[in-house]
């Protein structure tokens, strides 16, 4: 049996500045890392992995100079990291990420669980699981709160807006994680050093997987034709005062001018 | 040639509609909904939203939601329908079906729709979307026909159109028995009044310590007809309220908005940089909340809050 867990080497959304004057969005050296949520599946996958005696692998779409980022990923306990390298840098969408991994993890064979987050730190799109799972035939269990092994079942409680869920699937099942599955473990310095030993295996989408370059390309459904940067213009006013009270009067006067109040006392 | 929406929300469905009609009338298009459930609609409850047919799909097994049994449906209905466009409201729900929807018939999703053009003469569609939790948008054509998106509630507002006949067609789904299968629905406790009708939004962060605090911030809400929020952690870890704000959660635009020990983390901030006025009050004098809001109070909250509420009751302060 094994389990996979989808991680993705992101961009650090919160570093992205815009420029006032162009809005445009600074991205160049915007540092990227593999993602926070990411810590979220690797602690779901390696539990699960250990409660089912289960090997755990590590499974990226990106670029290949992601290589060396893997290390702390690896010492939550995967077997090894497989990165399959993007010939399209990003530009192919969800659709693409989906069609590509469902191809390593058949490669990869006999997955019986495949771990997500439910959306990457920088894409957001909330596409690439459920797309996964219906390309791969397999049922989802999004946004679990709770999620375990019960022989062959996953039995999950999950998180919709208005409800909560108790669900069980058959194997083999996708599940996605939210930063409140779990609290992840911090690995330490023997996981990381056993980490050390660890493989990052690097695939080509042709080679190793079999799909076209081009068809890929033609995969991707979406055509970018502009971004922006969203300008925030707020008047950032400090109000200071002797006092507490000083400052709530002279807050008040403020909101009076800004006509979103009226006051009929004076201070 | 038609523009379907789909939303197991109802005000979601209703914010789709107003805007979809909104754009039909222009492009000489008709306006359809897909409704999934386990009875029959009746056309006459739908006169006022504006559209002109309403999809049914029903079977016992849309009883619970659940992702592939909704996707089963409602790729059904598109693929009568053979809609120009299909809007799906961004709920949790919403996302897993608009997803696994397009990876089946080969569409091209475009997620956090804030805006969109049609052209029906050219068929095409272009959708503008938040990307970077909310700190940019990017401007797509989707290549496919139909296009899909999927838009985030309150994005769209619900207007009550004129009374029409609804045309109800009945669509046969092939629904197969899904391997999830839901056990048990728990319902959450129901929010209050909605918030996106609240004038005022008193927003609670991680700075403020125990819940009995909130009781000072629903104080503060109340003497100005506005309703307490809060943030992801606010509500996922400690629980203290049924939603929150942000890209994940609600997204909010009151005449008033007070940030209470708020960080001011993007994804959070979303929900409420459409207020008219925010005044942000922290301890921390580099909180990024002071760069996002129009008054900053660098004080602790428990200093001003109290007083605040003291002065807003002695000046006599309400609503303009």
């Known amino acids: 049996m094994k389990i996979v867990a989808c991680i993705k080497y992101s961009l650090d959304a919160s570093e992205i500045k815009v420029d006032a004057a162009s809005k445009q969005l600074l991205l160049d050296d915007v540092p990227r890392k593999v993602g926070n949520i990411d810590k979220n599946v690797l602690e779901t996958a390696v539990t ?53 991994l469902a ?82 473990r911090r690995p330490t310095l023997m996981d990381a050093l ?40 707020r008047k950032q006013q400090m109000v200071a005062g002797d006092d507490p009270a000083a400052i709530a009067n002279q807050l008040i006067d403020l909101l009076v001018k800004e006509n979103v109040i009226t006051a009929n006392g004076g201070a | 040639m038609s523009i379907l929406l789909f939303s197991e929300n109802e005000n ?8 979809a009609r909104t754009v039909a009338d222009t492009q000489g298009l008709s306006v359809a909904m897909a409704l999934l459930g ?18 049914s799909v029903q079977n016992s097994l849309l009883s619970a939601f659940n992702p592939e049994v909704y996707t089963d449906a ?83 507002e619900a207007v009550e159109a004129p009374a029409r006949d609804v045309n109800v067609v009945s669509v046969e789904a092939d629904i197969k028995t899904p391997r999830m299968t839901v056990v048990q629905e728990n319902e959450k406790m129901a929010a209050g009044r909605r918030l996106q009708d609240a004038p005022v939004i008193v927003d609670v962060g991680m700075g403020v310590k125990e819940r009995e605090d909130l009781a ?18 606010v509500s996922s870890d400690r629980d203290w309220f049924p939603e929150w704000l942000g890209l994940s959660g609600a997204q909010l635009s009151p005449d008033l908005c007070f940030a209470i020990g708020i960080s001011g983390a993007i994804q959070h901030v979303i929900g409420i940089r459409d207020s008219k006025i925010i005044v942000a009050i922290n301890n921390d004098p580099d909180s990024g909340m002071f760069m996002q809001s129009d008054y900053n109070i660098n004080a602790d909250l428990y200093d001003i809050v109290p007083v605040l509420i003291e002065a807003i009751k002695t000046r006599a302060v309400t609503l303009a």
């Open chain 1, 48 to 100: 699960l992995g250990k409660a089912a005696g289960a090997t755990v692998h590590g499974l990226t779409f990106g670029p290949a100079k992601a290589k060396e980022s893997f290390r702390e990923a690896m010492a939550f306990g995967l077997e090894d990291v497989t990165l399959i390298e993007d010939p399209l840098d990003g530009a192919g969408g969800p659709s693409v990420t989906a069609a590509v």
């Open chain 1, 103 to 184: 191809e390593a993890i058949k490669k990869i064979g006999e997955v019986d669980v495949v771990v997500c987050g439910e959306v990457s730190d920088d894409g957001f799109t909330y596409q690439v699981p459920p797309r996964l799972a219906e390309r791969l035939g397999m049922p989802q269990i999004s946004y679990v709160r709770q999620v375990e092994l019960e022989g062959d079942q996953l039995v999950a409680e999950r998180e919709l807006d208005d409800s909560s869920q108790s669900v069980k699937a058959g194997l083999p099942a996708v599940v996605t994680v939210t930063e409140e599955t779990n609290t992840p």
């Open chain 1, 194 to 233: 056993k980490a050390k030993k660890k493989p990052v295996h690097l695939w080509q989408v042709d080679a190793d997987l079999g799909l076209d370059k081009k068809e890929l390309a033609q995969k991707a459904t979406l055509e970018q034709i502009a971004t922006e940067g969203v300008v925030i213009n």
């Open chain 2, 12 to 19: 979601v469905a209703r914010e789709l509609a107003a805007k």
């Open chain 2, 38 to 55: 386990e009875t029959a609609p009746a056309g006459s409850d739908f006169a006022a939203w504006g559209v002109d047919t309403v999809y």
């Open chain 2, 74 to 156: 409602l790729a059904a209905v598109i693929e009568q329908a053979g809609p120009n466009l299909v809007l799906v409201g961004a709920t949790k729900a919403g996302l897993e079906v608009a997803s696994r929807v397009s990876e089946r018939l080969n569409l091209g999703c475009a997620s956090w729709c804030v805006d969109f053009d049609l052209d029906a003469a050219e068929n095409s569609v272009t959708a503008r979307c938040m990307i970077f939790s909310g700190q940019g948008t990017a401007t797509y054509k989707v290549r496919t026909q139909p296009a899909l998106a999927t838009v985030s509630p309150g994005v769209f």
């Open chain 2, 216 to 233: 000072m911030l629903e104080e503060l809400a109340a003497l100005l007809n506005g309703q307490t929020a809060c943030t992801r952690p």
